[in-house]
C-alpha cells in the first residue's frame, strides 16, 4: 500500500487541498490481488487505491471516456507477421499506467482508508492525473502514451488506432497497445532496444521480454514459427465447472443437429449455464474448432434446458480430451490473404434462418473466423452462401486495409466458396427478380468484384475450411478441417 501510494507522489498525481464546498468529492477503496504467470504461479501482490468512479456524473466530472482498444484478429495478424518477417515480439507491462494520464477536468478524491494526513485530515486530493477507477481513466491514458509515441515519430494505424509503427532505413518497428499492456517488435532488433530504453526512460516498467502470455493467451515463439494457445486457461476451466473427472469425447458436437428449444425439458440453472458459455466464448480466441458448437449453445441462454446443459458439458468433454490443442503459425508459408464462406441452409429449428461461416488466413495462418446466425430467413441454398460471402467479404476489406499499415498491398484476394450459384449472383451486375429481396447491404460484395479487390472461386465441399463453423460434423473430416486450419498439439 505504500508503494502505491509513492508512486502517486513520484508521478505527482494529486495535491493536498482544502475540501471544496461546490464540488463533488470522490471517495477512494484499496483493491487487493494477486498477479498471477501463465502457470498460475504468483508473481506479485498488489495493493491498489482506486476511485469509487460510480459516484461521477457525466458533463461534470468527466466528457469522453472511450479509449481504443485492439482487436483480437488484430493481435493475431501482429503475430502473423511477425513470423511472416522472422522477427521476435516482445512485450512490456506499463506500472500504474493510468498515473500518467493527465486530466483536463476537475477531479478531487478522499484521502485514502489508513493514510489520512495528521495535520489536515479534512483535507481532500485534487487529481493532476488519473486514478483507477475514473470513468475518463483509460481514455486519458490513451491519449498520453499516443501522444508521447507520435512525439518518438511513431504513425498511428489507419485503421487499428491501437497500432504504431515507425519506418527507418528499409526496416519497421510496430507497436500494438492494449490498455497498458505493450507488445513490439521489429526486423531490426537494435531498433526494439532502442524503443525499450526510451519507455523506460519514459515510464515505469516490468515484464520485459519475450512475449509469451498476452490477454489470456499463451504464446511460444521458436526458429520454427509462432503456437497460439489457452491450455492453462482450459485447465483451469475444467477444475471451476467441476468437470475434470468426466470422460474425453472426440468432437464438441455429434451429427446430426438435434438441439431446439426444447420447451417441454427439464431446466437448469440460468447463471451456471451463462458462466459456462461466457467461459467457452472467451476460449474461442485460440479455438477455432469449439466455435460453432458455442455459438449455437449460447442461442438458449434465456431458458437453458437439460438437452442444451448436455450439449455444453459435451463441449467441455472434447476439451478435457485437446487441452492443448493450439493454433500453429509456421516460418516459411507466405503471407497471401485468403477467405473461406460457407452456410447451411434454415440450420436453426427455432426461425429457420442459415448459418454463416468463414475464416481468413494469412499464407496458411488462421488469423480470423467467424460462425453467425444470419438476420433474415434464406429463400434458397445459393442465397444463404451469397449472404455468407457477402460477409467474408467483409471481414477480408478490414484485413486489407489493416495490412496497409503493414506495408502491405493486396488486390485479387482470392474468396473460395462451394456453390457456383452464389458466385454466378456475385459476378452478375444485373438485380434480377431472384435477388431482388435480397438486402441491399449484400450487393456490395459485387461491386469489389468488378473492382479486382476480390476473387470468387469455387472449391468443393470436401476442401471447404469453412465447413467446420455451419454444422456438426463427424469425427474424421472434424480432424481432417481443424488439421487443415493449422491446429495442432504443440506436446504431440
Not at 488466413?361 to 488469423?367: D, R, S
Amino acid at each position: 500500500m505504500q508503494e502505491e501510494l509513492t508512486e502517486f507522489s513520484r508521478n505527482k498525481a494529486w495535491n493536498l487541498v482544502p475540501r471544496p464546498s461546490d464540488k463533488t468529492v470522490i471517495g477512494t477503496k484499496w483493491v487487493f490481488r494477486n498477479k498471477l504467470d501463465e502457470h498460475g504461479t504468483v508473481t506479485r501482490n498488489k495493493a491498489r487505491l482506486v476511485a469509487q468512479g460510480y459516484r461521477q456524473e457525466e458533463g461534470i466530472d468527466y466528457d469522453e471516456t472511450f479509449a481504443p482498444v485492439a482487436r483480437i484478429e488484430a493481435i493475431r495478424l501482429f503475430l502473423a507477421y511477425a513470423v511472416y518477417k522472422y522477427f521476435i515480439v516482445y512485450q512490456m507491462d506499463v506500472k500504474l499506467a493510468f498515473l500518467n494520464g493527465k486530466l483536463n477536468e476537475e477531479v478531487y478524491v478522499e484521502q485514502p482508508q489508513g493514510f489520512y494526513d495528521p495535520k489536515h485530515p479534512n483535507y481532500v486530493y485534487k487529481l493532476d492525473k488519473a486514478l483507477y477507477g475514473l470513468k475518463q481513466a483509460p481514455r486519458a491514458w490513451y491519449d498520453t502514451l499516443s501522444s508521447f509515441l507520435i512525439s518518438e515519430n511513431f504513425e498511428r494505424g489507419k485503421i487499428d488506432n491501437t497500432l504504431f509503427f515507425r519506418k527507418i532505413k528499409g526496416h519497421i518497428i510496430l507497436v500494438q497497445i492494449y490498455v497498458d499492456d505493450i507488445i513490439f517488435g521489429s526486423t531490426n532488433l537494435s531498433l526494439c532496444t532502442r524503443f525499450a530504453e526510451r519507455m523506460k526512460k519514459e515510464y515505469k516498467m516490468s515484464m520485459m521480454g519475450e512475449l509469451t502470455y498476452f490477454l489470456g493467451l499463451q504464446i511460444k515463439q521458436s526458429d520454427k514459427g509462432t503456437f497460439i494457445s489457452q491450455g492453462k486457461y482450459v485447465k483451469d476451466m475444467l477444475k471451476k465447472f467441476d468437470l475434470t473427472q468426466t470422460s474425453a469425447m472426440k468432437t464438441p458436437m455429434a451429427p446430426p443437429l438435434t438441439l431446439n428449444k426444447d420447451p417441454s425439458g427439464k431446466p437448469v440453472n440460468v447463471t451456471a449455464y451463462r458462466g459456462m458459455i461466457g467461459s467457452l466464448l472467451y476460449l474461442i480466441a485460440s479455438r477455432p474448432d469449439i466455435m460453432y458448437s458455442t455459438c449455437l449453445c449460447a442461442r438458449y441462454q434465456s431458458e437453458p434446458k437439460e438437452s442444451h446443459l448436455i450439449a455444453v458439458k459435451r463441449i467441455f468433454r472434447y476439451l478435457k480430451g485437446t487441452p492443448n490443442l493450439g493454433l500453429w503459425y509456421p516460418k516459411d508459408s507466405g503471407f497471401d490473404l485468403t477467405g473461406y464462406s460457407d452456410s447451411d441452409f434454415a440450420g436453426c429449428k427455432l426461425d429457420r434462418k442459415s448459418t454463416i461461416g468463414g475464416c481468413q488466413l494469412l499464407g496458411g495462418k488462421l488469423v480470423s473466423w467467424t460462425s453467425k446466425k444470419q438476420s433474415s430467413v434464406s429463400t434458397s441454398t445459393a442465397e444463404a452462401e451469397y449472404v455468407a460471402a457477402g460477409s467474408c467479404c467483409s471481414q477480408i476489406l478490414w484485413m486489407r486495409n489493416q495490412l496497409l499499415d503493414y506495408d502491405l498491398q493486396l488486390s485479387k484476394i482470392p474468396i473460395y466458396c462451394d456453390s457456383t450459384s452464389a458466385i454466378a449472383k456475385a459476378n452478375n451486375p444485373v438485380l434480377h427478380s431472384k435477388t431482388k429481396h435480397i438486402e441491399i447491404r449484400y450487393h456490395f460484395i459485387r461491386d469489389h468484384v468488378m473492382n479486382g479487390d476480390i476473387e470468387l472461386h469455387f472449391i468443393p465441399t470436401d476442401f471447404q475450411l469453412a465447413d467446420i463453423f455451419t454444422k456438426p460434423l463427424d469425427e474424421t473430416r472434424f480432424n481432417f478441417l481443424i488439421s487443415e486450419l493449422g491446429m495442432l498439439n504443440l506436446e504431440e
